[in-house]
């Protein structure tokens, strides 16, 4: 699990050519002072014991990240960054978590600030932590693990009785 608190390239964990890298929000598009920025975590599944909605809120206000992971592309925000940033009417996505296969094993990099206080002292970053502990640890791809969430949910809801009125 890397938890960056600098800038660096992490081109030896993706494709060179995708370019991916820490960057400081400071003096960017993403510091989100001169034009609205949205935060959001996708919580079903790794993150589901953090509560509220997709978009981050004040809760989130002692572990806002001052750095971004940029470069990521589509299919990652399809299937491997679980939470991100985008400014104004969606645009320059960059990622604040990413997971990502690497030889026979993973890692997740977050840029969440966890550690600015001390542990136990900040609700959030104490499920954020455990969650990504639990996401580096996990069996199989992000995708895999939503496919076959999602098929679970199916044949629990086939095996409900239906709610529909007998005629």
């Not at 050519?17 to 003096?27: G, I, S």
């Not at 592309?73 to 320059?92: E, S, T």
Request: overall charge positive.
């Amino acid at each position: 699990m890397l938890l960056p608190e600098s800038e660096f390239d992490l081109s030896p964990l993706f494709p060179h050519w995708q370019a991916v890298k820490v960057k400081a929000r400071k003096d960017t598009l993403w510091q989100g002072d001169w034009a609205s920025t949205f935060g959001w975590l996708h919580r079903p599944l790794g993150f589901s014991r953090v509560p509220g909605e997709p978009l981050l809120d004040e809760t989130f206000d002692r572990v806002l990240p001052t750095y971004v992971i940029s470069g990521c592309n589509l299919l990652d925000f399809q299937a491997r960054v679980h939470a991100g940033l985008v400014i104004g009417w969606v645009h320059k996505p960059v990622a604040l978590t990413v997971e990502r296969r690497y030889g026979k094993g993973r890692f997740v990099a977050s840029t969440f600030r966890l550690f600015r206080d001390p542990p136990g002292a900040d609700p959030t970053a104490t499920v954020l932590l455990d969650s990504l502990l639990a996401l580096a640890m996990a069996q199989g791809s992000a995708a895999s693990r939503d496919r076959e969430a999602i098929i679970s949910e199916m044949v629990e809801r086939a095996r409900l009785p239906s709610s529909l009125p007998s005629r």
